[in-house]
């Protein structure tokens, strides 16, 4: 151990004459412990929200939409899926027909998204339909059984979110009124054509835009709700590189030609994690506060310790100490507490952030979150960005206590000793 580095430890250890600086010398420890682990839990919070968004959102919707630019939706669909699923970079692909509807059962009812699918090809660009938590979605596969004259044709099935069931009142078996707002033209105006469907499946994918509102459905029963024959108005595609979707979507719009263009996840939840990004930045730089006042405390502590060794200090340097030895005593001692604090910090901003992603023991509330509980994802490389930020700080509060040290003048500190 160098010889500074060994005096530093020893008046760490040190008995106080006065008992103040060891309290002082405590709290920075605990200060810098604290703002360490807050730092650490809070880059974690926003890390788990990031994760968990983007995560359910790649899993609820496509890396890339391909739609046309007018709104007549997408003719003639088959040969260009088909051709569309033969480019670089495209691994799956999967046609949709959306539409807004109101779906009711008796006196409750709620607005929602409805998506016409072909469940296999859908399958492979999301993975809601296999988060169903009641019934199942295999009555969404097309029937092979052919239409017997004079029977009543079956009800459509129709598989929606957990949240609209709530809403609506809707259980496995129940059949709802779905009603489009595409009527048809009658004597009497225009009359909003409905269908009766019976819910067949129920899925939860813990975000609640999805689970509140979407609703799917056979595409051939979706067409014939919205009076939309062969038609589509979406074609969805999975990616090999999502970070890419971007550049990909443009390949995509170009081998499908004019008049359509692409959106990709990124460019939709743009702002959302623009805003993640930001919250992220800000609690940093509000947390890095606590750091920078145990930091104070250190200075405090050091500046205290430096009045209380004056005679020590005196005696060492008239035994040949320099001066840059003496700054380096303190200037250790005052990166003892920091690693110490820091090292404190760590443990317990990992641990407890370990516990609250394992048992998800803070609940929030998904109509206000989008999330159904607070999610945690520590990263080892936050850990050594809080750390060097810590550690920095924390230097730059010994540098006047060293300084001051290290401009004791042996003969007046020993004059009247």
């Known amino acids: ?35 360490v682990a807050s730092l650490i839990i809070a880059l974690a919070i926003t890390n788990g929200m ?22 007549d939706g997408i003719r003639d669909w088959r040969p260009l899926l088909e051709r569309l699923r033969q480019l670089p970079h495209v691994t799956a692909a999967a046609p949709g027909l959306y539409g807004q509807v109101l779906i009711s059962r008796g006196a409750r009812s709620g607005g929602g998204l409805i998506k016409g699918i072909l469940p296999a090809d ?12 009641e019934g199942s979605a295999d009555s969404l596969e097309p029937s092979t059984s052919l239409p017997v004259p004079g029977e009543v044709a079956p009800t459509p099935p129709i598989v929606i979110g957990k949240d609209l069931a709530e809403t609506v009142g809707a259980k496995v078996g129940d059949t709802l009124v779905v ?21 067949t499946g129920i899925f939860r994918t813990g975000f609640y835009q999805y689970d509140s509102s979407y609703a799917f459905m056979r595409l051939k029963d979706a067409q014939r709700l919205f009076s939309e024959p062969d038609l589509i108005s979406v074609i969805s595609f999975k990616v090999d590189d999502l970070y890419k979707a971007n550049e990909i979507g443009v390949e ?13 996840w990124i460019q939709q939840n743009r702002e959302l994690f623009r805003a993640l990004q930001l919250e992220q930045v800000v609690t940093f730089i509000v947390l890095a506060l606590i750091v920078c006042v145990a930091a104070l405390n250190i200075l405090i502590a050091l500046t205290m310790m430096v009045m209380e060794k004056t005679r020590d200090i005196a005696v060492l340097m008239s035994f040949g100490v320099t001066e840059m030895q003496v700054r380096r005593i303190f200037l250790f001692q005052g990166l003892l507490i920091s690693v110490i604090g820091t090292v404190l910090g760590l443990v317990l901003g990992y641990a407890l952030s370990w516990a609250g992603g394992h048992y998800r023991f803070i609940h929030l509330d998904s109509a206000v979150y989008s999330l ?46």
């Open 122 to 133: 859908e399958k492979t660009v999301g993975d809601i339909l296999q988060k169903i938590t």
């Open 1 to 35: 151990m160098r010889f500074e580095l060994f005096v530093a430890a020893r008046y760490l250890r040190a008995k106080r004459r006065q008992a103040v600086v060891g309290v002082i010398t405590a709290i920075s420890v605990i200060g810098v412990a604290a703002g």
């Open 179 to 199: 009603t489009s707002p595409q009527g048809e033209m009658t004597p009497f105006g225009l009359v909003p054509k409905y269908q009766r469907c019976m819910v």
């Open 252 to 264: 995509i719009e170009g081998a499908a030609g004019k008049g359509f263009q692409t959106t990709s």
């Open 50 to 71: 990031r994760r968990d968004m983007q995560d359910r959102l790649l899993g609820s919707t496509a890396h890339v939409d391909l739609m046309r630019i007018a709104a």
């Open 372 to 417: 159904d509980y607070l999610p945690f994802a520590p990263r080892v490389r936050d850990g050594v960005i809080v750390a060097l930020v810590s550690l920095g700080v924390s230097l730059i509060a010994t540098l006047y206590p060293s300084r001051s040290a290290a401009r004791v003048l042996p003969a007046e500190a020993l004059r009247y000793e």
